[in-house]
C-alpha cells in the first residue's frame, strides 16, 4: 500500500494521524482538552433568536466538528468535558452562562451524543467525501435537536410546536451554512493529508 493511501484507510479519523509514537495518552488528553475548550469559546460567538431562549451559537459547528475530527471516544470525552465543567460553574455555556437546566441545556446534551455519532461515522469514511460529509453533518444536527428541542418545550412549558418554532425553524438556514463549511473543510483535509502522506 502507498503512503499516500495511508491516511484514507477505513477506521481512521484525522486525530489518528498525529503523530503520537510514546506520548498516545497525552496526545489524547490535550485534543479532549482542546475539543472542550474549543467548544466553550464557539459558545461565545451567539446571536439572540427574536422569539426564542436559544441564540445562534458556533458550538454545535464546534461539537459537530470536534466528533467527526476526534472520533467517537474523544469527541464524547471532549464534549462530555465541556458539559462537567460547564455544569460546575465555568460560564463557557452560550452568551457565558453556566450550570445545568437552562432552557438551553438540551442542546448540550444532545451535542455529547451527536459528536460520539459524528466520529463513529467518520470512523467510517463519512468525512472523506462532500456527500458523505453533508450526511454525516445532517445525522449529527438531527441528534442535537431530537434531545435539545423536547427539552426545551419541557424545561419552558412551551407546546411542542412552539418549541420547534423556537428551537429548530430559525437555526436550519444557519446549519446549512455550517454545513457546507464541513462538507469543504473535511474533505479537503484528507486529500491534503493524503498528497504528505
Known amino acids: 500500500m502507498s503512503t499516500a493511501a495511508a491516511p484514507t484507510r477505513s477506521g481512521v479519523v484525522l486525530a489518528d494521524l498525529l503523530p503520537a509514537a510514546r506520548h498516545r495518552f497525552a496526545v489524547d488528553t490535550a485534543l479532549v482538552a482542546g475539543g472542550a475548550a474549543l467548544t466553550g469559546l464557539a459558545a461565545q460567538i451567539a446571536v439572540p433568536v427574536p422569539g426564542s431562549p436559544v441564540p445562534v451559537t458556533g458550538q454545535t459547528f464546534a461539537a459537530l466538528l470536534i466528533g467527526t475530527a476526534l472520533g467517537a471516544r474523544r469527541g464524547f470525552l471532549a464534549l ?6 460547564g455544569m460546575a ?20 446534551l444532545g451535542m455529547l451524543l451527536a459528536a460520539t455519532v459524528t466520529g463513529a461515522l467518520a470512523r467510517r469514511g463519512g468525512d472523506r467525501s462532500v456527500l458523505r460529509t453533508a450526511g454525516t453533518m445532517a445525522v449529527g444536527s438531527l441528534i442535537i435537536y431530537a434531545v435539545g428541542v423536547p427539552y426545551l418545550a419541557l424545561s419552558t412549558g412551551m407546546s411542542a410546536s412552539a418549541a420547534v418554532a423556537a428551537g429548530l425553524t430559525p437555526f436550519l438556514i444557519g446549519d446549512a451554512l455550517k454545513a457546507a463549511l464541513a462538507m469543504g473543510a473535511l474533505p479537503a483535509s484528507w486529500k491534503l493529508l493524503g498528497r504528505r502522506g
Open 89 to 108: 460553574g465555568v460560564p463557557w455555556f452560550s452568551e457565558g452562562s453556566s450550570g445545568a437546566g437552562g432552557a438551553s441545556f438540551g442542546y448540550v
Open 80 to 85: 462530555a468535558l465541556y458539559a462537567v465543567v
